[in-house]
């Protein structure tokens, strides 16, 4: 199940060249991940207080369009849980139209605060915490 997020993209965020700066890329990718543990009820004092938080391991991204000052864009992300310490996620930034702006590959875990090594289970640990796992695709 996907989940989708949507932003138009402001002045500050366009570089020299006219378009949407490379790094603000990720932090789309990033704001849509942390509203989609939101929506699934998921705060990041709940993580705390269970000891736990969540880790990007991986981020690659292709790039495919440019985007201009006034798109509006969705983000969409894609949980993929196959057991293991890690899981994986699928991102575009896609146009109203339909075109994709750019797809991101992401490799995440979710980290035990105290002893600073990833969890066994991360599906586990957010459907434990979630008011609507199936946000996550739990």
């Not at 736990?52 to 790039?63: P, Q, Y």
């Not at 369009?65 to 699928?90: N, P």
């Not at 991101?104 to 090594?117: I, M, N, P, Q, S």
């Amino acid at each position: 199940m996907a989940f989708f997020v949507p932003i138009t993209v402001r002045a500050y965020e366009i570089d020299i060249n006219g378009h949407l700066n490379q790094a603000v890329y990720h932090q789309y990718a990033d704001h849509a991940r942390w509203e989609q543990l939101r929506v699934a009820g998921i705060q990041r004092e709940k993580m705390v207080t269970a000891g736990i938080g969540l880790v990007v391991l991986e981020s690659n991204i292709k790039h495919l369009r440019e985007l201009h000052l006034g798109d509006e864009v969705t983000v969409s992300c894609e949980c993929q849980w196959s057991g293991g310490k890690i899981y994986r996620m699928h991102q575009k930034i896609q146009k109203l139209d339909g075109t994709d702006s750019a797809q991101f590959d992401v490799v995440g875990g979710v980290l035990d605060l105290a002893a600073r090594k990833l969890v066994a289970d991360p599906a586990g640990q957010l459907r434990k915490l979630a008011e609507s796992p199936e946000v996550l695709g739990l």
